[in-house]
C-alpha cells in the first residue's frame, strides 16, 4: 500500500486545515488509518485513526477540533484540523494497518509539513 498526504501548509492560529491521504488500492479492507505528527526534538505521537467499520479514537490534544473521516469510493482518509494552535506545528504522517492472516502491516505516508503561527 502506497499513501500520499497532502494539505499541510501555513495556518494562523485559531485557522484550519485539511489533510489529505490517497492510498493506492481501495482502502474498504484496511483495518485501521490513521493521522500520526512529529514535532521537532519529539517522539512521534498518534493524533487520530479511523476503523474499517468507521470507529474513530482521537489524542485527548485534539478532541473536538480535529475530525478524521474516510471516503471508500476515493481510497482516501481526510483530517479536518479546525482551532488550530501552534502546538499542532508539526510533520503529519497517514499510516495505513493491514492484516494478513496472522500478520500485521503498516504502510506510512511521506509526511506533509503543518505549521501554525501564533
Not at 48 to 60: E, L, M, P, R
Amino acid at each position: 500500500v502506497q499513501l500520499q498526504a497532502s494539505g499541510g501548509g501555513l495556518v494562523q492560529a485559531g485557522g484550519s486545515l485539511k489533510l489529505s491521504c490517497a492510498a493506492s488500492r481501495s482502502i474498504t479492507s484496511i483495518n485501521t488509518m490513521g493521522w500520526y505528527r512529529q514535532a521537532p526534538g519529539n517522539q512521534r505521537e498518534l493524533v487520530a485513526t479511523i476503523g474499517f467499520d468507521g470507529s474513530t479514537k482521537y489524542a485527548d490534544s485534539v478532541k473536538g477540533r480535529f475530525t478524521i473521516s474516510r471516503d471508500n469510493a476515493k481510497n482516501t482518509v481526510y483530517l479536518q484540523m479546525n482551532s488550530l494552535k501552534p502546538e499542532d506545528t508539526a510533520v503529519y504522517y497517514c499510516k495505513a494497518g493491514l492484516a494478513l492472516g496472522t500478520q500485521w502491516f503498516e504502510y506510512w505516508g511521506q509526511g506533509t509539513q503543518v505549521t501554525v503561527s501564533s
